[in-house]
């Protein structure tokens, strides 16, 4: 099973046009929020089940503020994550995290992408696929992708570039 992730496009659907051009249709697309009107292009265009969340920008969204569901055996907590402070740190929204016994948190918010594989919890934030702030400010996603076994692995992907799966991003703890 292959679920594409991402967040953060702010109304600018174009790259996400793209991205479903250049790239294998996922199984899900799970958009972390900041939508910004764009739910019904992203649901048409993703043509599969997409899960998805409101963020601070989705004034007059109908969209759930959070959402919980399973992929696979794992249980997955979606939120923006504005509430909980990742701007400044994650800790607060991992620990929220352990405290709803969830396996992994998926968020945004940041436009800064992060796959962090703890012990008790796993973080993921595919940055901003429109408008990024991390160094070299490219475009990004996170591909999950459960093996034969059922076991979770995370890639981040930069539209244009190739993936990355390790380096200062991604850090098993």
């Not at 959402?67 to 249980?75: A, H, L, N, P, S």
């Amino acid at each position: 099973m292959k679920i594409m992730i991402i967040s953060d496009t702010h109304g600018k659907h174009e790259n996400f046009i793209e991205l479903m051009e250049q790239t294998d249709r996922p199984d899900m697309v799970i958009h972390c929020g900041d939508v910004e009107g764009g739910e019904y292009v992203i649901s048409e265009c993703a043509g599969c089940p997409v899960e998805m969340v409101a963020g601070n920008n989705d004034f007059f969204s109908m969209l759930p503020r959070e959402r919980e569901f399973y992929i696979g055996d794992y249980k997955v907590w979606l939120t923006h994550g504005h509430s909980y402070h990742v701007s400044m740190e994650n800790t607060t929204i991992k620990r929220e995290a352990v405290a709803k016994e969830v396996d992994i948190v998926i968020y945004g918010h940041t436009h800064r992408p992060v796959i962090e594989k703890e012990k008790e919890i796993i973080a993921i934030n595919p940055g901003s696929l429109s408008y990024p702030r991390q160094e070299g400010r490219r475009p990004s996603y996170v591909m999950m992708e459960l093996d034969q076994n059922g076991k979770a692995h995370f890639t981040l992907h930069f539209l244009h570039q190739e993936s990355v799966n390790a380096g200062k991003v991604i850090r098993d703890k």
